[in-house]
């Protein structure tokens, strides 16, 4: 039996390991981290304390993609989730209700969204992965390099810190933003293709929460959440498992004043309580924190060379998930993206199984195909939000939407999917990460209906303007996360 090393033990190599285990592989998966503790999913004070995930600890969303990949290739692991406490939330009841066509229309099983914590979720999945015949985890192990068969015809094998020398028919990279797979190819002198990057242009602050009641606070007019991206930060909730939930309030890089607020526990719950849609969450008595603020800057937006088309191959080496490509988490693809990057590449190397070089290219197209539609769109949509937050911060006038070639503005969207069920499903299915925007803006009937719209009516509850969000955030001398 071949064996598959996956090096990196989160979402996209558990995953991973997950999806190559039913094609005929023997999984290793070698992760640095230590391996987690016999904690509870309902315990609020445990968890898996890891270094190499910073980001486990922040909010996190499964989009409709994540929910159809579970649904189809890993129900077992859905259904542990929502014995868990996660919540299958149906993204229809933030239709608007007198929007045209509103009634239930084929397809709309698909716009739901889990509510779960990433820390839960991710447990949940070592838990599967590890139960799975052929395939071992082991922790505390750090790959150092590749050793490749002679005149780079293909891996051989992981090399790891102690000299350790673990052989390999295929090698994947699931060392997230790290993606160490481009200095194994530098160090073994093969030359690496630039990334694309585009910076992201945000800080997040994270605070977790956990209701008294069962009952939910308030609507969720994101389907999966409560709250927006503004004109000067965003503010969003997203109810979780078991009962908790996280508030996400994000900044610009550089904003000192606004992040010095929102770094103390009264600065965030300020502008928390004062984001349209939060604060019936937030009341004293409807929940209670469990959780200091956290604080993480955002890595820019990167499609990977190494994992493309046009980086020098070889064979039997990949990469998955934030290995490939990382896009603003502001937009909450991450997980889902990574999820069916990895079924595809299971599929794909069961479909050509023969580790060569058609192999690995087949891999990099498919790879390329995934993620460079959302890749753009994040890159796009973070350089106007960023021009307009920094205009915010240096009291310029509001940055004008730039020429749209034609095609609606998302403004225009947006205004037309509060009257347009059509136009609705159509930004939620893209938005879930179910469409990407260009086949959104090659529908005709789409279109139509945008420019068709009724008036939108009153816009929704605006947020508070930047000076009274910084007075709010500044009024007391607050605690420190």
Known sequence: MPTAVIVGGSVAGLASALALSGTGYRVLVLERAPGPPQWSTADPGSGWRRPTAPQGLQSHTLTSLGVRVLRERAPRLLADAVAAGATVLDLTRALPADAADSAPEPGDGDLVALG??????????????SDTPDVTVRHDTTVTGLELHPGHRGVAAAVTGTGERVRADIVVDATGRRALSRRWLHDAGIPVTADRTSASGLVGHTRFYRLRGRALPGPLNRGHGVGDVYDHYAGVLHPGDDGTFSVALGSLPGDRVLQAGLRTRTGFTAAA??????????????SSPISPVRVISSPPNTLRGAAGPRQVPVPGLFQVGDAACITNPLFGR???LALDHAFRLADLLAEQPDVDAAQRL???RMTHELFLPWYEQAAGADRLRSARWQAAVDGRPAVP???????????????????????WRGLTRMLMTLRTPAELFADDKFLARVRQAAPAGPAPTPPPGRDELLRRVTATEGTRA
């Open 116 to 129: 779960c914590r990433r820390s839960t979720l991710e447990l949940l999945l070592h838990r599967t992965v």
């Open 362 to 364: 087949a891999v990099a």
């Open 334 to 336: 991450g997980m889902s």
């Open 401 to 423: 939407v730039p020429p749209t070639g034609g095609l609606p503005s998302g403004a225009e969207i947006a205004a037309a999917a509060r009257t347009d069920g059509t136009v």
């Open 273 to 286: 309580r004062a984001t349209p849609g939060l604060a019936p969450w937030l009341e004293d008595g409807v």
